[in-house]
């Protein structure tokens, strides 16, 4: 294999000539783990210590060792989730893929049972631990600095305080620690994700408010004198809103996010509003709501709802600053927006949106004669890695850049499930900068379910909504048309996807040696792009030989110039080709020199050669004073005239063309005459 560090291209390593207990080991450690020194292959659940120095095992692999070795490995303190397959060795036979697809399904049902029968051991533990525990005292280290009250908290015997987690159904999932001096650490095993803990007492009507930590939620109830519900975290702010809303349909939820230094904390209240409703306050200065407090700065002011009139704004103070658009690429790739690509597999749309994002990520500041933004790019790529190494070292030996700001995911996932989207996020964040935008391709690659269901399409825009927010960036889709000629100008499934579409583009193939076709369909805030057209060049990749010994070559986008439009045919063009045939079917009649067909040879012609009917073809041939379409159109245009039982051609131009292909013609008398 050639070396892609010598590229700069940031790709995971390739394990193939590893066996493939080594190979499950070399990922583990890829993703961050501290791997077992050996692994088995059984189809088993094992755990080990997936962090050097900890003395729980949260980590845990399954592997098979079939046709084609796979596993599914992580950790569950850390969140890591990995799908694995061994790289190497024969491709599979559809029985083994089939068999490969069966043990994969097993291997998530095994994971999602050790996943739940961990969580039931952990809520069994801490349920008898917090009965055991003593009720905490107002003085308290952590309560005392603080400045809070216990709010049903309880302490250990070595002096640590004990906060509750409970899930939606009241039922204890796990605890939280938290030492004198604010370390805190949740019961190994637990359920933390969706559970949370209740200070006051909610009501069905009022407002009801969600904080990130403890001591957070017990400053806002001291200061509002209203519910708070703790949510443990930014993260947990989204489904426990869901909880309350589910729970406490009629109150007015407002969020109470932290403002860190990374913004998280708002990202998240700002979707769980834009999902659950109500609304978040956010501190204007670093730190929580009990930082604030202890600040000496008003909470109550802070927490109020903006005064009544606030709302609604006159028009022209609304446009009076100006807020033009942001481009990553001038006219085509807007920032923070939703944008698709689509096109025929095969017809280069791949290739479309690889050079856009390699400008960026490469620092080219041109595409097309658009203006290109240079930023970070995260590639999530399903299918065809093999070829995608090949298409971006060609285009880095191309236009000569060699770095790179651009990640790529070793391989799809569900990206519209929590577990999917988390993982992405999780990878994302460990980035050392903000990609400018996310790459899906290809759609079907990366969603669970159905494309043409409008709801499966509905947790794929949410999806992509997260990302959008968490990230400030914008999401491309790469996805296929359909297979119909009508349905090759636009994407295929649920029409959901373009309504939710900020830009839309088109890349139709390349036709008759014709260039490819670079088409924007819709540009929700600005005026639609002119179509620009490309064609794909060959490059050699110095270095990367096949299993022959042969160059390997890949191809890059480069533009290319409009194609140059037939004339359209016309009606007329097409009664005339058609008169031109007739006459040569029926032997090639002259009347005074020019071209005669007989109505009757003409009616054979359209029946025996065109395929028309009997009924039909008299009715394009009618004559008289309402002639037939078809005559109606050679009279009215004067190619021919009436003659006889048919029709003669007196337009000279046509006349003469048709005797210069008709070689030997009867002039109707017997004779011939040869017309070269």
Known sequence: MADLKGLG?????????????????????YEGLTPPSSVVMDGHIHRFRSKAGKRSEDGWYIAFKDARPAGHFGCWASGVDVKWQAEGGEKMTAAEEIEHAKRMAEMHALREEERVRRHAMAAEDVKLIWDDLDDAEPAHPYLERKGIQPHGAKVTKDGRLVVPLWDKNGDLASLQYIQGDGGKRYHPGGETGASFHVIGLPASTGVLYLAEGYATAATIHEVTERPCIVGYSASNLVPVAGI?????????????????????????????????????????????????????????????????????????????????????????????????????????????????????????????????????????????????????AAWKIRHQVDRLEMWLSRDGLDLNTAAGLKRVIDNIRGLPSRPSVIVVDTLHRFLSGDENSAQDAKTMLDACAVLMGEFRCSVLLVHHTGVSDEAQTRARGSSAWKGALDIEVSVVPAKDGGPISIVQRKSKDAELAQTVYARLQSVEIPGWLDEDGLQVTSAVLEPDEAPVAKPRETAGDR??????????????????????????????????????????????LKPGSSPGKLIRDLLDSEIVRPCEHGWVVCDPGQGSALLLQGGTASDGTGGTTSEQ
């Not at 291209?9 to 450690?29: H, R």
């Not at 032997?587 to 109505?599: D, F, K």
């Open 575 to 620: 009664h005339r080709k058609t008169l031109g045939r007739a006459w040569f079917a029926s032997g090639c009649e002259l009347r005074e020199g020019m071209p005669y067909v007989a109505r009757s040879a003409f009616l054979q012609f359209l029946v025996n050669s065109m395929g028309v009917s009997d009924a039909s073809a008299a009715v394009y």
């Open 9 to 29: 291209l940031t790709l995971q390593p390739s394990w193939a000539d590893l066996p493939p207990e080594q190979q499950l080991i070399e990922a583990m450690v």
């Open 244 to 392: 309350l809303r589910e729970l406490y349909p009629d109150t007015e939820l407002v969020i109470v996010a932290d403002n860190d230094k990374g913004g998280v904390g708002q990202r998240y209240a700002e979707q769980a509003v834009a999902k659950h409703g109500g609304r978040f306050v956010v501190p204007p200065v670093l730190g929580d709501a009990n930082d604030y407090v202890q600040a000496g700065q008003d909470l109550a002011a802070l927490l109020a709802p903006a005064p009544v009139g606030d709302w609604l704004i006159p028009a022209d103070d609304f446009c009076a600053q100006p807020a033009p658009i942001s481009w990553l690429v001038k006219g085509w790739l807007q920032t923070a927006a939703l944008i698709m690509v689509h096109g025929p597999s095969g017809g280069g749309k791949t290739f479309v949106v690889l050079d856009w994002c390699l400008r960026m990520a490469g620092g080219l500041t041109d595409w097309m004669g658009a203006k290109v933004r240079p930023g970070p790019v995260v590639y999530l790529a399903g299918e065809g890695h093999h070829g995608l190494r090949g298409r971006v």
